[in-house]
C-alpha cells in the first residue's frame, strides 16, 4: 500500500522536506543570524550611526555601495565556505550510519527522490535566506535614500551562486565519504588540492632546479582553487574623477564578476548531478567506512601517500639536511625522506580503510609502487628531465623584462628596449650554462644576486632568481663583468630611478640632506626648498647619464670606501590619476651616493654643503671605533646660493625652506627637521 506522505513515484518528498526544516533548524536559524548581522544590520549602523553626523550624503551612500559589495565577494565566499558543507553533512548525515542509511532506503521514496529531497532543502534555505535579507536591506536602504537598489540583487545573484557552487560541491564529497568528518575532510582538501600540489612541486623545483623562482600565476590553477579566485573575483569597482573622487561604480566590473560567479553556479550544477550519479550506484553497507565508493580507494590510498611524501616528506629532509647535511642540496638523502614519510601516509589510509594494524600482506605492493614513483619523481627533478634551467626565451617573444641586481648596491627597473633585453638575456644564457653556485662558507667572496621576470608576447611570464657567490679574477669572471657593465649602465641606472620615482612623481615639493654622523649617532639635517630639489635632481640623472652610478656596484671593498653614509631625501608629490585611490598623495625617495657622484656633490656644495662633512661608510666606522676624530661641526648654512647664518649648536639641524610656494625660512632646532617641515606651502 503506497504511502500517504511520501510517494514512490514522485523525485520529491513534501514530508521529508518538512522533516528536514524542523530537524535541522537550529543551523537554519544560524545561517538567517549571520546574514542579518552582515547585510540589514550592519548597513542600518552604516547609513542611521553616527557616520551620518560627519560624512557627506553621497561618500555615506557609496560605503553603503561598497559594504554590500564587499559582501557579495569576500564576505560572501567565507560564510558559503563554510556553511556549505555544514547543510551538507547536515541533510547527508544519514549516509554515515549504517541504521540511519537502512531505514531512509526502506522508506518508499525512490533514490532519486531521497537526493533531491535532500538537496533542494538547503537550497531552499539559502535561497529564503538570501530573499529575506535583501529585502530588509532594501528597506533600509529606502529610507536612507539610497536609490542603487540594483546593488542589492548583484549581492543576491553573487551570494546564491557561491552558496550553490560550495553546498554542491560539499554534497559531492559526502557521496565518497561513509564518516561524518571525513565529510569536511575530503571538502577542505580539494578545495585547496590543486594550490598545494603546485606549490609543493614549486618547492621541490627551488631545491634542485638553479634559478628557479616559482611557478608564474595559472589561470587554470586559480579557477581550480574556488575560495581564492571567488574571493578577489571583483576589482576596483569604483569610477573617479580626475582628483580621485568617487562618481559611480564600473558596472563592466559587475558584469565581469557575475560572470565568473555564473561559471561556478553552472559548475555547482554539474557537482550535483555528478552526486546524484555516484549516490544511485552507492552501496549501503559501505556506511561506516572512510571512502564509500570502492573505485576511489586506491585514490585516496596513493593520494594521501603522496601528498604525505610531498609535503611532510620535504619538511623532514629541510629540518635533517639543514643541520647535518652541506651546503649542496642531496637528492638520496630527500627520496629516502619522502619514501618513509609517503609510506607512513599510504599504510596510514590502508588502516583507515581496513579498519585494521594487519595490513602489510596485502599493502606492501602499493608500497613498493609509492617508493618506486616518488625515486622517479626526485630523480627526474633532480637531472632537469623538463629542460627548465637551460630555457631562454627568444628576444622576439620577450615585450618587457623587470630586472634586479643586488651586490653592493641593488638596482631594480624595468624595460622595453630591445638591446637592454638582449644584454639581460646573454647574461641569463651565461647563468644558465655556467651555473655559477651560492656558498656561504667560501672565505673570501662577494655575493650577488640577480632577479629576471620576462613578460612574453603570448601573454605568459617566465621568471628566474639566480644567487652566488664569486671571488675576483674567479672562474665566472666574465659573467660578472657583465653583470658590472649592466649594473652602472646609464639606460638601467634611469630604469631603476624611473622605478623608484620619476614614473610616480609630480613634482619636488623638497629635499634634504643629513650632513654628517658622529660615535654617538648625533647629527644635522640641512633641508632645501624645491627649486633647489629639482637642482639636484638634474644633477642626479647627469650622473647616471655619465655612468657613475653604480660604479662600485660589484666590489664591496670599494662601495665601502667610496660610499657616503650621507642619504639625500627627495619629498614629492605623487601623480593623481583616474585610478588613484588617494588625493594629494606624497611619498619620499632616498638615494646613497658616493664620491663618483662628481656632478651632485658639485650641486650640494653649491646649494651651501659643506661637502667636507660627507662621510663614507668607512669614514664612519672609523669614527664609531675611535681610530678616526669626528669631523667638525657644521660651520655655515646658506640660504639658496648665499648669505652665511651662525654655527649652531652641535647635534641640531638647520633647514632651508620655503621657494615658489612662500617666504624663505632657515629653522635650528635640537632634533633633525621633520620631513613634512620642509614642505614648501
Known amino acids: 500500500m503506497q504511502s500517504k506522505t511520501l510517494s514512490s513515484k514522485g523525485l520529491f518528498s513534501p514530508a521529508l522536506f518538512r522533516n528536514n526544516l524542523s530537524r535541522f533548524w537550529p543551523l537554519w536559524m544560524l545561517y538567517l543570524a549571520v546574514w542579518l548581522l552582515a547585510m540589514p544590520a550592519v548597513q542600518f549602523l552604516q547609513l542611521f550611526g553616527h557616520n551620518r553626523h560627519w560624512m557627506e550624503e553621497g561618500e555615506l551612500c557609496f560605503d553603503a555601495l561598497g559594504g554590500v559589495l564587499a559582501m557579495s565577494e569576500s564576505g560572501g565566499t567565507i560564510i558559503a565556505l563554510i556553511f556549505g558543507v555544514l547543510f551538507a553533512m547536515a541533510l547527508f548525515s544519514?549516509?554515515?550510519?549504517?541504521?540511519?542509511?537502512?531505514?531512509?532506503?526502506?522508506?518508499?521514496?525512490?533514490?532519486?527522490?531521497?537526493?533531491?529531497?535532500?538537496?533542494?532543502?538547503?537550497?531552499?534555505?539559502?535561497?529564503?535566506?538570501?530573499?529575506?535579507?535583501?529585502v530588509l536591506t532594501a528597506a533600509i536602504w529606502a529610507v536612507a535614500g539610497?536609490?542603487?537598489?540594483?546593488?542589492?540583487?548583484?549581492?543576491?545573484?553573487?551570494?546564491?551562486?557561491?552558496?550553490?557552487?560550495?553546498?554542491?560541491?560539499?554534497?559531492?564529497?559526502?557521496?565518497?565519504?561513509?564518516?561524518?568528518?571525513?565529510?569536511?575532510?575530503?571538502?577542505?582538501?580539494?578545495?585547496?588540492?590543486?594550490?598545494?600540489?603546485?606549490?609543493?612541486?614549486?618547492?621541490?623545483?627551488?631545491?634542485?632546479?638553479?634559478?628557479?623562482?616559482?611557478?608564474?600565476?595559472?589561470?587554470?590553477?586559480?579557477?581550480?582553487?574556488?575560495?581564492?579566485?571567488?574571493?578577489?573575483?571583483?576589482?576596483?569597482?569604483?569610477?573617479?574623477?580626475?582628483?580621485?573622487?568617487?562618481?559611480?561604480?564600473?558596472?563592466?566590473?559587475?558584469?565581469?564578476?557575475?560572470?565568473?560567479?555564473?561559471?561556478?553556479?553552472?559548475?555547482?550544477?554539474v557537482l550535483a548531478v555528478c552526486a546524484l550519479l555516484v549516490y544511485q550506484r552507492r552501496r549501503s553497507e559501505t556506511a561506516g567506512d572512510v571512502v564509500a565508493i570502492g573505485w576511489a580507494r586506491p585514490i585516496f590510498r596513493y593520494g594521501v601517500g603522496m601528498c604525505c611524501a610531498l609535503s611532510f616528506g620535504q619538511l623532514m629532509y629541510a629540518i635533517l639536511w639543514s643541520s647535518f647535511g652541506g651546503s649542496e642540496n642531496s637528492v638520496v638523502a630527500l627520496a629516502v625522506c619522502m619514501i618513509l614519510v609517503g609510506l607512513v601516509g599510504y599504510f596510514g589510509a590502508e588502516m583507515l580503510l581496513q579498519k585494521s594494524f594487519r595490513i602489510l600482506k596485502k599493502g606492501w605492493k602499493g608500497g613498493v609502487i609509492l617508493s618506486a614513483a616518488l625515486i622517479v619523481l626526485c630523480i627526474g627533478f633532480s637531472v632537469d628531465l623538463l629542460g627548465i634551467e637551460?630555457?631562454?626565451?627568444?628576444?622576439?617573444?620577450?615585450?618587457?623584462?623587470?630586472?634586479?641586481i643586488y651586490s653592493a648596491s641593488s638596482v631594480n627597473g624595468s624595460t622595453a628596449d630591445p638591446e637592454m633585453i638582449q644584454r639581460f638575456l646573454s647574461i641569463h644564457q651565461s647563468l644558465a650554462d655556467q651555473q655559477p653556485k651560492y656558498n656561504w662558507q667560501d672565505e673570501d667572496t662577494e655575493s650577488i644576486t640577480v632577479r629576471l621576470r620576462y613578460m612574453l608576447k603570448n601573454?605568459?611570464?617566465?621568471?628566474?632568481?639566480?644567487?652566488?657567490?664569486?671571488?675576483?679574477?674567479?672562474?665566472?669572471?666574465?659573467?660578472?663583468?657583465?653583470?658590472?657593465?649592466?649594473?652602472?649602465?646609464?639606460?638601467?641606472?634611469?630604469?631603476?630611478?624611473?622605478?623608484?620615482?620619476?614614473?610616480?612623481?609630480?613634482?619636488?615639493?623638497s629635499a634634504e640632506i643629513q650632513l654628517y654622523q658622529t660615535a654617538d649617532m648625533r647629527g644635522q639635517t640641512m633641508s632645501f626648498d624645491a627649486d633647489t630639489a629639482q637642482t639636484l635632481l638634474d644633477a642626479l640623472e647627469a650622473d647616471i647619464d655619465a655612468g657613475h652610478a653604480g660604479m662600485d656596484a660589484m666590489d664591496s671593498a670599494r662601495w665601502y670606501e667610496n660610499t657616503y653614509t650621507n642619504r639625500l631625501t627627495f619629498y614629492y608629490r605623487v601623480k593623481t590619476t583616474p585610478d588613484s585611490h588617494r588625493r594629494d598623495e606624497s611619498d619620499s625617495f632616498y638615494l646613497e651616493f658616493s664620491k663618483n657622484y662628481t656632478n651632485l656633490i658639485a650641486a650640494l656644495e653649491a646649494a651651501g654643503v659643506d661637502t667636507d662633512m660627507l662621510v663614507t661608510y668607512q669614514e664612519n666606522d672609523a669614527i664609531s671605533d675611535g681610530s678616526m676624530p669626528a669631523k667638525s661641526a657644521y660651520e655655515s648654512a646658506q640660504e639658496g646660493i648665499g648669505g652665511a647664518y651662525e654655527t649652531p649648536d652641535f647635534g641640531t639641524s638647520v633647514a632651508i625652506i620655503g621657494g615658489a610656494d612662500g617666504a624663505t625660512q632657515v629653522i635650528v632646532a635640537d632634533e633633525p627637521v621633520p620631513a613634512d617641515t620642509a614642505v614648501g606651502g
Open 94 to 134: 544519514y549516509l554515515v550510519s549504517a541504521r540511519s542509511v537502512s531505514y531512509a532506503h526502506a522508506l518508499p521514496v525512490k533514490r532519486e527522490g531521497l537526493f533531491l529531497t535532500h538537496y533542494f532543502t538547503g537550497v531552499g534555505v539559502f535561497l529564503m535566506v538570501h530573499a529575506l535579507a535583501a
Open 146 to 269: 539610497v536609490q542603487q537598489v540594483w546593488i542589492i540583487g548583484v549581492w543576491f545573484l553573487s551570494t546564491t551562486g557561491q552558496m550553490l557552487f560550495f553546498y554542491s560541491f560539499a554534497v559531492f564529497c559526502a557521496m565518497f565519504a561513509g564518516q561524518l568528518l571525513a565529510i569536511p575532510a575530503f571538502y577542505g582538501i580539494f578545495n585547496v588540492l590543486v594550490l598545494g600540489v603546485r606549490e609543493l612541486i614549486s618547492m621541490l623545483c627551488e631545491m634542485f632546479i638553479y634559478g628557479w623562482n616559482g611557478m608564474n600565476e595559472s589561470a587554470a590553477v586559480t579557477w581550480l582553487t574556488p575560495a581564492y579566485k571567488l574571493a578577489s573575483q571583483l576589482g576596483d569597482i569604483w569610477a573617479r574623477d580626475a582628483q580621485g573622487y568617487r562618481t559611480g561604480i564600473v558596472s563592466e566590473e559587475i558584469q565581469r564578476s557575475l560572470g565568473v560567479v555564473s561559471v561556478y553556479a553552472l559548475a555547482g550544477v
Open 390 to 404: 637551460k630555457r631562454v626565451p627568444a628576444a622576439a617573444d620577450v615585450e618587457t623584462l623587470d630586472f634586479g
Open 459 to 509: 601573454g605568459k611570464t617566465l621568471s628566474r632568481y639566480y644567487s652566488l657567490t664569486y671571488q675576483k679574477q674567479g672562474p665566472n669572471e666574465e659573467v660578472l663583468t657583465q653583470l658590472a657593465l649592466l649594473a652602472s649602465d646609464a639606460a638601467v641606472r634611469r630604469a631603476d630611478l624611473e622605478n623608484q620615482m620619476l614614473n610616480r612623481l609630480d613634482r619636488l615639493t
